[in-house]
């Protein structure tokens, strides 16, 4: 099996496996969601895209989410994300500060 047939899932079997529609695939690489591969034709997924597709499929089919309201959702999950990595670098940094703090007392 090549790299490539592990890496990678055709759009139209997935949605057909998954009970999606492949315009809902389409909607989500227009809406800069997710990156669709075209090669000789057919369209694919990439593997690493699955968890995503998986989590906007439960929000549009599951939950009757549209798309304007996935996208919104979608940003502010990033920015979660951005929020708890500057956190982790803080306290980091904080720690850091707090032993150089420790240090100079002892002195």
């Given amino acids: 099996m090549s790299t490539m047939q592990t890496e990678l899932i055709i759009v139209s079997e997935y949605c057909q496996k998954c009970h999606i529609e492949p315009s809902f695939i389409e909607m989500l690489e227009e809406g ?8 000789a034709g057919k369209h694919y997924l ?19 989410i549209n798309m304007e309201g996935i996208d919104a959702i ?16 803080l306290r ?15 002195w």
């Avoid at 800069?32 to 090669?39: C, F, Q, Y």
């Avoid at 979608?74 to 670098?89: A, K, V």
């Fill in 92 to 106: 980091k940094q904080l720690l850091l500060f707090r032993e150089r703090e420790i240090e100079e007392a002892d």
């Fill in 74 to 89: 979608h940003h502010m999950l990033e920015r979660m994300d951005d929020m708890r990595r500057e956190i982790t670098s």
């Fill in 32 to 39: 800069g969601l997710i990156n669709v591969r075209t090669e």
């Fill in 46 to 64: 990439l593997v690493s895209e699955l968890p995503n597709v998986e989590r906007y499929s439960r929000m549009y089919y599951d939950l009757s």
